[in-house]
């Protein structure tokens, strides 16, 4: 199982990046598949989660109202919508699949709200 992140750039304050997380020897859409972020000398937070049955789950407060997650099951892919984008967005973000036999991650990709 190989899970890949891209769309990380540097962007100004109020910009918006959709992140995409790519999936290999796993089918996104039977798991639930989290976005986490890491930023600089902080722990690793739970952004958002998309359920395999439909719907999502925030666990972010400070990402509400901004920050949506979708899937698009033909590609095998789950994305990341960030709008209105603050520098404390700054972060590396990841996405994550647990199934019953491991926990996998991506290696990240580098989110920089920036002026």
């Known amino acids: 199982v190989q899970l890949m992140e891209s769309g990380g750039d540097l962007v100004q304050p109020g910009g918006s990046l959709r992140l995409s997380c790519s999936a290999s020897?796993?089918?996104?859409?039977?798991?639930?598949v989290n976005w986490y972020r890491q930023a600089p000398g902080k722990e690793r937070e739970l952004v958002l989660t998309i359920l395999k049955y439909g719907g999502y789950t925030n666990f972010a407060d400070s990402v509400k109202g901004r920050f949506t997650i979708s899937r698009d099951e033909t590609k095998n892919m789950v994305y990341l919508q960030m709008n209105r984008l603050k520098p404390e967005d700054t972060a590396v973000y990841f996405c994550?699949?647990?199934?019953?036999?491991?926990?996998?991650w991506g290696q990240g990709t580098q989110v920089t709200v920036s002026s």
């Open positions: 994550n699949v647990r199934t019953l036999a491991s926990d996998y």
């Open positions: 020897g796993v089918t996104l859409s039977t798991y639930n």
